[in-house]
C-alpha cells in the first residue's frame, strides 16, 4: 500500500485545503513508486490527448491542467517531507524524483505535437471566447 498513490482526486469543489495528509503513514520508499506511476499515468494520457486532437478548452488544456494537480499534490507532500526532515534516508529517493520530474518537466515544455495543438486551439476562433 503507497499512501501517496491513495490521496483523493481534487477539484474546484474539494479543494486540497480540505485534505490533511496521513504523514505518518508516508515513507521515503513510497516516493519514488508515486512519482513513476504518476508519470506513466500522465505521459499516457498527454498521448491520448494529442491523438485526440480536439480543439476543445476543457479536453484538453483543462485536462492537461487537472493532470498536473495530481503530480503537484504528491509531490508537494514529498518536498515538505523532506524540508522538515532532511535526513540521509529521505535525500535519495527526493533527489531522484527530482530528477524524474525535471525530465517530465523539460519533456512536456518541448513536446512539439503538444505545442502544435495548443496552437490550434489559440488560433480556433473559440479561444477568444474564454474570458467570457
Known amino acids: 500500500m503507497n499512501p501517496l498513490l491513495e490521496l483523493p482526486t481534487?477539484?474546484?469543489n474539494q479543494p486540497l485545503a480540505n485534505y490533511?495528509?496521513?504523514?505518518?503513514?508516508?515513507?521515503?520508499?513510497?516516493f519514488e513508486p508515486a512519482i513513476t506511476h504518476i508519470l506513466d499515468v500522465n505521459r499516457k494520457k498527454i498521448a491520448e490527448i494529442i491523438e485526440n486532437g480536439s480543439l476543445d478548452f476543457e479536453k484538453t488544456l483543462r485536462?492537461?491542467?487537472?493532470?498536473?494537480?495530481?503530480l503537484n499534490n504528491v509531490w508537494g507532500i514529498i518536498r515538505h517531507l523532506h524540508s522538515v526532515n532532511n535526513v540521509e534516508p529521505m535525500r535519495k529517493p527526493y533527489e531522484t524524483c527530482l530528477e524524474k520530474i525535471t525530465d517530465y518537466s523539460i519533456e512536456l515544455n518541448q513536446n512539439?505535437?503538444?505545442?502544435q495543438l495548443i496552437e490550434k486551439i489559440k488560433s480556433n476562433h473559440n479561444f477568444a471566447r474564454l474570458s467570457e
Open 10 to 12: 481534487f477539484s474546484e
Open 20 to 30: 490533511v495528509a496521513n504523514f505518518n503513514q508516508i515513507k521515503p520508499e513510497h
Open 63 to 70: 485536462s492537461l491542467e487537472d493532470l498536473q494537480v495530481q
Open 112 to 115: 512539439e505535437k503538444l505545442y
